[in-house]
């Protein structure tokens, strides 16, 4: 998707080989008129498959999954990193380990929200080992409902994610992928789809 590797190199800041910051459009300030485009994207690939409801993990999945959420016309659930006062029990939870902050977090979804006739898309913004879009997508196995796959903003395509993902005969979809982030620079790769 060409407006977002603009986007990636005018406002990305590569911070290390392995990690790019995009606190100016997408991880703290958030650009609506990218994120429309992106929602577009989303639902374009992932057309025909009768998707009923989005899937994501707050806090900045919220923003390019509202988005695809209105352009398909189906609702968005945000699975919750805190235990909630209001949202104890009835819950689908996943347990999802970060490779960079080394800690294992709870996510959270009330079962009101996904039933066994849903077709889910799961989407967040980065994919990079993984373990997120695991969490996410075994939270849709719990509430037995069907997965169209995983949409991605922004992939490091160095990381393993898309491997782990394709080892569970998921489908991928990434809007722009990342080669390498070496030198400072952020170059990507050709192909944009899995
Ligand atoms: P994983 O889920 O793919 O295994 O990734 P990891 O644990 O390494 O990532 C932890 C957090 O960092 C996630 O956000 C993830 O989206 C984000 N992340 C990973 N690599 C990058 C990167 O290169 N750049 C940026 N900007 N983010 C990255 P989170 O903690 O859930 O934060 P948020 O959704 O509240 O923003
Ligand atoms: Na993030
Ligand atoms: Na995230």
Do not use: C, W
Request: proline fraction near 2%.
């Amino acid at each position: 998707m060409n407006l977002l590797k603009q986007k990636i190199i005018s406002e990305g800041n590569v911070l290390s080989d392995s990690v790019l910051k995009v606190d100016a459009f997408l991880n703290h300030q958030v650009d609506p008129v990218l994120m429309q485009a992106i929602g577009e994207e989303f639902a374009s690939r992932f057309a025909g498959e009768k998707v009923t409801k989005i899937l994501t993990l707050e806090s900045s999945g919220i923003a390019p999954s509202v988005m695809a959420g209105l352009a398909m016309g189906v609702p968005v659930i945000f699975a919750r990193k805190r235990k909630s006062l209001t949202l104890t029990d009835h819950l689908y939870s996943a347990a999802v380990y970060s490779y960079t902050k080394n800690e294992t977090k709870e996510i959270s979804v009330s079962q009101d929200y996904i039933s066994s006739d849903d077709v889910v898309l799961v989407i967040d913004d980065f994919l990079a080992n993984g373990q997120a879009a695991k969490g996410l997508v075994s939270i849709v196995e719990q509430a037995e409902a069907s997965l169209a796959g995983v949409g991605i903003v922004i992939e490091k395509g160095f990381q393993d994610g898309r491997d782990v993902l394709h080892q569970h005969g998921i489908r991928v979809e990434s809007l722009a992928i990342i080669d390498s982030l070496a030198d400072g620079n952020a170059t990507f790769h050709n192909e944009e789809a899995s």
